[in-house]
């Protein structure tokens, strides 16, 4: 139920931003949407990301994980 959740509010969010703004996304959000930034958007998603590493918690560095995994199987 709350990856449904997590999926709507990303839709949604994504529907109606103009302008990324992923500070104010939650650390689960951004793990989400890793492969699904625009190239123009990726030097500003990264560095966000690259912020919230070190404070993830176990369970989100395993998702983090588990999609970086993912994106390089479909890049091949």
Same mark, same amino acid.
């Given at each position: 139920?709350?990856?449904? $959740?997590?999926?709507?509010?990303?839709?949604?969010?994504?529907?109606?931003?103009?302008?990324?703004?992923?500070?104010?996304?939650?650390?689960?959000?951004?793990? $989400?949407?890793?492969?699904?930034?625009?190239?123009? +958007?990726?030097?500003?998603?990264?560095?966000?990301? +690259?912020?919230?590493?070190?404070?993830?918690?176990?369970?989100?560095?395993?998702?983090?994980?588990?999609?970086?995994?993912?994106?390089?199987? +479909?890049?091949?």
């Amino acid at each position: 139920m709350k990856k449904i $959740a997590i999926i709507f509010l990303l839709l949604f969010t994504f529907l109606f931003a103009k302008h990324e703004d992923y500070s104010e996304m939650s650390t689960q959000e951004l793990i $989400a949407i890793i492969g699904y930034v625009k190239d123009e +958007n990726k030097a500003q998603f990264i560095k966000e990301l +690259n912020l919230r590493i070190p404070t993830m918690t176990q369970d989100e560095k395993v998702q983090f994980e588990q999609n970086i995994q993912e994106l390089k199987q +479909n890049e091949n």
